[in-house]
């Protein structure tokens, strides 16, 4: 089976062929809010996103859930047991954050495929390692107690994550509703209707079509310090 990866083969090009024809990964959709996986599920399946945006949250024995790190396409997720090297259950709750579209393939072809090629190795390690970072700066947003700073956190994160240049600032690429973002930092809906108006009103950001644009990211980011 050629596994190779070159400029006309993407990552998700060669998720599709792992298992040959004997396992094919199998497509999976999901509408928002639906969930992936709970903590505590068996880890059988690894996942590759095709479209949309995934959240992940560790849930704590007071029913508190924190965001650790919202997915974009072409992430392989749910792979703790590789690196673990150990059959385990799922660590994170995984859920649509937007309607998704997903790849899941049988772990133990997914192990065999890192296994045969180096090249797929180096490329799951590259986006964990970016997964990482993310990670680290959604606690450093929650660690804000101001929650005009957790918002203005999190936007600043999607910008680098999920953003576009256009020539009025960057566009966030996802649909975005304020229910959403408010799971996403531990607000209500209220609130980050509010806050979402202020920094509206004070022409830092701008919102077409549940899409938000932040006009200028330093000035922004310079609005809480």
Do not use: W
Request: overall charge neutral; charged content about 20%; hydrophobic content about 40%.
């Amino acid at each position: 089976m050629d596994l190779s990866l070159t400029q006309d083969k993407p990552l998700a090009a060669v998720f599709r062929r792992i298992g040959g024809g004997n396992y094919p990964p199998v497509v999976e959709s999901y509408e928002r809010g639906k969930t992936i996986f709970f903590p505590g599920d068996p880890a059988e399946r690894v996942y590759f996103l095709l479209k949309g945006a995934v959240k992940l949250s560790r849930v704590y024995e007071a029913g508190e859930e924190i965001t650790v790190a919202l997915l974009r396409e072409n992430s392989v997720f749910g792979v703790l047991s590789l690196i673990t090297g150990e059959r385990s259950d799922r660590f994170y709750h995984a859920v649509a954050f937007t309607p998704v579209e997903l790849l899941s393939a049988p772990i133990d072809q997914v192990e065999l495929a890192l296994k045969n090629n180096p090249d797929l190795s180096m490329l799951m390690l590259q986006g964990l390692s970016s997964r990482i970072l993310q990670t680290e700066m959604m606690i450093e947003t929650l660690a804000h107690r101001d929650m005009g700073s957790r918002l203005v956190s999190f936007l600043l994160i999607l910008c680098r994550d999920f953003g576009v240049p256009t020539p009025d600032g960057i566009r966030i690429d996802l649909k975005l509703s304020h229910q959403a973002i408010a799971e996403a930092i531990g607000s209500t809906r209220v609130t980050v209707t509010r806050l979402l108006g202020d920094l509206r009103q004070e022409g830092m950001i701008s919102i077409h079509k549940k899409k938000i644009t932040v006009h200028n990211p330093v000035a922004l980011s310079q609005q809480f310090t």
